[in-house]
């Protein structure tokens, strides 16, 4: 049997094309490492937060850590309250903590971490933030992840 040169050509493109996404396809690849955080309502559950608080009036959240990092990791999450700024991925808010939630979790593991806030006055527009951090042992310092979530709200005065 005699080939002519275009079906030799489209033969030898087909070979290359199966030749290639075989080696793609066995080429082992690493798995992309990760944290994540979220911010869930008292029930536990996204979304239905309260946007409207009373000065002086404990409000409850949940908030949401996972690891897929690989390994074991001690991660913390610092609740904090800003006046309508928030965190960037690089650099965290300049405030203290209000509470800072810490929970160890091995890989693929995930928590759900219970916290009360209770906003001391009233304005229009302030900030609950959650940012995460992990602890480096190398280092003996906790290092932040850059990932963060937020909810704005508004706080009235007591009575109203």
Known sequence: MILDDEVFAVILAVSIVVSALGIATSIPRQ?????????????????????????????????FVYNHLGYTALLRVDV??????????????????????????????????????????PKI??????????????????LYTGEYNFLRVNVTGVGF
Request: no cysteine.
């Open 31 to 63: 798995a992309e490492s990760f944290t994540a955080i979220g911010l869930l309502n008292e029930q536990g559950k996204i979304g239905h937060y309260p946007t409207n608080i009373r000065a002086g009036e404990a409000v409850g959240f949940n908030a």
């Open 80 to 121: 904090k309250v800003g006046d309508g700024r928030v965190p960037t991925n690089t650099t965290p808010l300049d405030s203290p903590p209000l509470v800072s939630l810490y929970v160890m979790l091995g890989e693929d593991e995930n928590a759900t971490l219970p916290f009360n806030v209770t906003f001391t006055y």
């Open 125 to 142: 527009n302030q900030t609950l933030v959650l940012e995460l951090y992990l602890y480096s042992p190398e280092n003996e310092t906790w």
